[in-house]
């Protein structure tokens, strides 16, 4: 079968309140970043994106902030939500043609 | 709805036994990716094609192949599946790279068990 894997780190937020879920990447001349979100059983699922020239960027209930200085991205989620739980990676895009490079990923639980 | 389409959903081989996984897209993308994800891990790279460009990650092993016949279609080939090899494998899509976004559109995947 399959070789166990690793235990991913796990926030564990109550519905209702907000999520920070942190990632470090790793390449200082990545220019473009990518949450994904990963529900069970499902492929990984586009959340939102910023590229270098940007500090923060808001979608829908999402914001992304990049500090490039110590090469680090949250993603926050406001108000979480019981569908809101799931796998979520961070992605960083190296110039040239476009190979995401993953972070380890964070198990996200919302507790009602 | 335009999308990416993987075919089976859960595929169960032999040890030993060729397996084929399908992917299939509307989106019309230059680009089609394969990834291997194991439990709790990140999705990893095993190759993309560029058009026909055929782009073999370094550390994919010899027993992984792939093969796009035209650009709606790609196939993961396992020659020869090993336990190790037990894994949910994800085809993704993006168009050119950097045009507009690097934003890769992934399928549901297929869970292969091998016994």
């Known amino acids: 079968g399959e070789s166990v894997g690793l235990h991913l780190p796990t926030l564990s937020v109550q519905e209702g309140d907000n999520s920070i879920i942190n990632c470090a990447y790793s390449?200082?001349?990545?220019?473009?970043f990518i949450w994904y979100k990963q529900e069970s059983g499902k492929g990984p699922q586009f959340i939102i994106d910023?590229?270098?020239?940007?500090d923060k960027r808001q979608g829908q209930r999402v914001t992304v902030l990049l500090n490039k200085t110590v090469k680090h991205l949250s993603l926050q989620i406001a108000a979480t939500q019981p569908g809101d739980s799931a796998v979520y990676f961070c992605?960083?895009?190296?110039?040239?043609?476009?190979?995401?490079?993953f972070g380890a990923g964070t198990q996200v639980v919302v507790t009602p | 709805d335009a999308m990416v389409i993987q075919n089976p959903r859960y595929q169960v081989t032999q040890f030993g036994k060729p397996v084929t996984l399908s992917c299939s897209q509307t989106l019309n993308h230059n680009v089609m990716y394969w990834y291997q994800q194991k439990s709790s891990q990140a999705p990893k790279l095993l190759f993309h094609?560029?058009?026909?460009?055929?782009?073999n990650e370094a550390d994919t092993p010899d027993n992984f192949q792939s093969r796009r016949p035209n650009t709606s279609f790609c196939f993961l080939d396992i020659r020869s599946p090993g336990l190790g090899d037990a894994a949910m494998y994800l085809c993704a899509t993006s168009r050119n790279p950097g045009t507009e976004t690097y934003e890769q559109y992934f399928g549901p995947g297929t869970r292969l068990t091998v016994t």
């Open positions: 910023i590229r270098s020239n940007m």
């Open positions: 094609y560029y058009d026909k460009d055929f782009n």
């Open positions: 390449n200082s001349a990545s220019d473009y």
């Open positions: 992605a960083e895009v190296s110039p040239g043609w476009g190979k995401l490079q």
